[in-house]
């Protein structure tokens, strides 16, 4: 256990913040009901992970986490740039 905060609540720092809501979170946990997962995900946890686990499963996860996100900034690349302007809602976004 985490001595200052719960790994939730520390997820939903990192998600808030705009500087660092970039990161992926996995959390791993000894915490594995049902209601426990929900909340981490709920909390901006891109995956949730419960112990006893096998670390070949984690990397593989951690993996694919970060591999989608250099996949995500492909499809805006070959729009023209006024069309993915119009995408922009939020100007933190920007």
Known sequence: ???EMTGTEMCLQIKNNIDL???PVILLTALNS???NIEGLSR???DYITKPFHAQLLLARANNLIRSRL???LPF???PRAESQL???NHLDK
Do not use: N, S, V, Y
């Open 1 to 3: 256990m985490m001595p």
């Open 21 to 23: 809501c970039h990161i």
């Open 34 to 36: 049902t209601e426990q």
């Open 44 to 46: 901006g946890a891109d």
């Open 71 to 73: 996949l995500i900034p």
């Open 77 to 79: 690349a070959k729009q």
């Open 87 to 89: 995408a922009i809602l």
